[in-house]
């Protein structure tokens, strides 16, 4: 079944497809039909809620496994292997009040004063 095909090949390719819209997609396959969902349980269980029964305490190693696997697997992959010591590593936006550099008081950022030179 192609169908079939597509969801493995996605479970053993993490991001291929955004995460967005790989929700989006297994919900509609899900309404379609169901048997999807048996199908590719891993990967529906991933993206969509109450796929699985809720985790019990005794399933958290299990869980810690599983994770840990994931991570190893994803930086193989290349994936968060730049710099990490910014979360926005593009984002340089400050609350800057003048050229001089000096950080506004969270009130005033929040009350829409903005970091414009004084007009002359």
Do not use: W
């Not at 192609?2 to 967005?20: C, G, N, Q």
């Not at 969902?37 to 991933?46: I, P, Q, Y």
């Not at 029964?53 to 290349?78: N, T, V």
């Not at 730049?82 to 950080?103: A, I, N, T, Y």
Request: charged fraction near 25%.
């Amino acid at each position: 079944m192609y169908v079939s095909d597509l969801l493995s090949k996605a479970e053993h390719h993490p991001f291929m497809i955004s995460p967005s819209t790989m929700q989006s997609l297994l919900q509609n396959l899900s309404s379609l039909d169901p048997k999807y969902v048996s199908m590719e349980l891993n990967l529906f269980a991933k993206h969509l809620p109450a796929i699985r029964a809720p985790m019990m305490e005794e399933d958290l190693e299990a869980q810690i496994e599983a994770d840990r696997k994931l991570q190893e697997e994803l930086r193989r992959s290349g994936f968060g292997s730049g710099d990490q010591s910014k979360k926005r590593v593009h984002d340089d936006r400050s609350p800057m009040s003048s050229e001089q550099g000096q950080l506004l008081p969270p009130h005033s950022v929040a009350q829409g004063h903005h970091c414009h030179p004084a007009n002359s």
